[in-house]
């Protein structure tokens, strides 16, 4: 069964600090991306991959960076947590089309 | 500058009835739509797609329509059930070089009851 597993269900942290969310899929896609779902405003692209090494911004990449240094991880950087940052992430990947995967999210909360 | 509304945050209805879950999008570039459903606790899993080229696209219970002219689709789910209560997710690509990237609506929350 293919999976994309986020490190994390719940994690809470303090203003300030530096923050890792990991996410691994064992599905050898090319695409992958990381959303956060707050009520109200659905799911909001932050960053995406498309290649090893490769990255772009999404519609809200301030405060956030990605590192992508094997095909299977995707990991996403809070440099400096901030309150406004406490959101449900989620971690999708896809193939070439737009058959996305995604991961069960990790709920953070911002102290 | 939300690109893919749904309008409605919250439906409710009655088990056996139909569900109608609405979209509208302002992107002329969008070619393709999906419609994903979220339980609590879980990721969104894929339910139903629709290429710009059809109007219609059926799968069991689910039926999306699609209509181009006034940028709006819509899903029906028929007959509606208790396992169908869930967050109802609309989202579009633009196609070409996008690698996939889906922009997603605000969400819709089902609820069917018994």
């Known amino acids: 069964d293919v999976k994309v597993t986020q490190s994390s269900r719940y994690l809470v942290k303090r203003t300030g600090e530096k923050v890792f969310l990991e996410c691994v899929q064992d599905m050898d896609h090319e695409n992958m991306f990381w959303y956060r779902q707050d009520p109200g405003l659905g799911l909001r692209l932050i960053y995406f991959?498309?290649?090893?090494?490769?990255?772009e911004k999404g519609d809200i990449p301030e405060g956030y960076s990605v590192s992508r240094e094997k095909k299977e991880r995707f990991s996403l950087i809070l440099e400096s947590a901030s309150t406004n940052q406490t959101s449900m992430y989620l971690c999708a990947s896809s193939l070439r089309g737009l058959g996305y995967t995604f991961g069960s999210g990790t709920r953070l909360t911002v102290v | 500058d939300q690109q893919v509304k749904q309008n409605s945050p919250s439906l409710s209805v009655q088990e056996g009835r139909i569900s109608i879950l609405n979209c509208d999008y302002t992107?002329?570039?969008?070619?393709?739509f999906l419609w994903y459903k979220k339980y609590p606790a879980e990721g969104p899993t894929f339910l139903i797609s629709?290429?710009?080229?059809?109007d219609k696209n059926e799968d069991g219970r689910f039926t999306v329509f699609l209509n181009k002219s006034a940028k709006h689709l819509s899903l029906h789910i028929v007959p509606s059930q208790p396992g169908d209560s869930a967050v109802y997710f609309c989202a579009a690509n633009a196609g070409g070089t996008s690698y996939g990237k889906l922009t997603f609506g605000q969400g819709t929350i089902l609820t069917v009851h018994p």
């Open positions: 629709i290429s710009s080229i059809k």
């Open positions: 992107n002329s570039m969008f070619d393709y």
């Open positions: 991959s498309y290649d090893v090494k490769m990255k």
